[in-house]
Nanobody, 124 residues
């Protein structure tokens, strides 16, 4: 069982930056691809970004390309989401997720473990 704990959310203004962190309990963290997802009230959970087991490959949803950067530190068993130039439409609860594979996917159902989420609110 992998436990994931997100942190770093908050209330910011449009154009500001935030860095989300996700700490994992699993010793074999490097065996997992990691993803960030978000869910706004009344909407389905949306893929944001994902990273392969060693950080060598990443993917993003088009709406955050050039603004968000996913990274990981396997020694610290952590994954990060640097969010720059935030927009009001980025307002959501952000979740990190772990997939029991070294390769990522955009599909939430293919991730095995989820954190509790952290709220990001961007005011205009």
């Amino acid at each position: 069982q992998v436990q994931l704990v997100e942190s770093g959310g908050g209330l910011v203004q449009a154009g500001d930056s935030l860095r989300l962190s996700c700490a994992a309990s699993e010793r074999t963290f490097s065996n997992y691809a990691m993803g960030w997802f978000r869910q706004a009230p009344g909407k389905e959970r949306e893929f944001v970004a994902a990273i392969s087991w060693n950080g060598g490959s990443t993917i993003y949803v088009d709406s955050v390309k050039g603004r968000f950067t996913i990274s990981r530190d396997n020694a610290k068993k952590s994954v990060y989401l640097q969010m720059n130039s935030l927009k009001p439409e980025d307002t959501s609860v952000y979740y990190c997720a772990a997939r029991g594979s070294i390769w990522y996917t955009r599909t939430p159902a293919q991730y095995d473990y989820w954190g509790q989420g952290t709220q990001v609110t961007v005011s205009s």
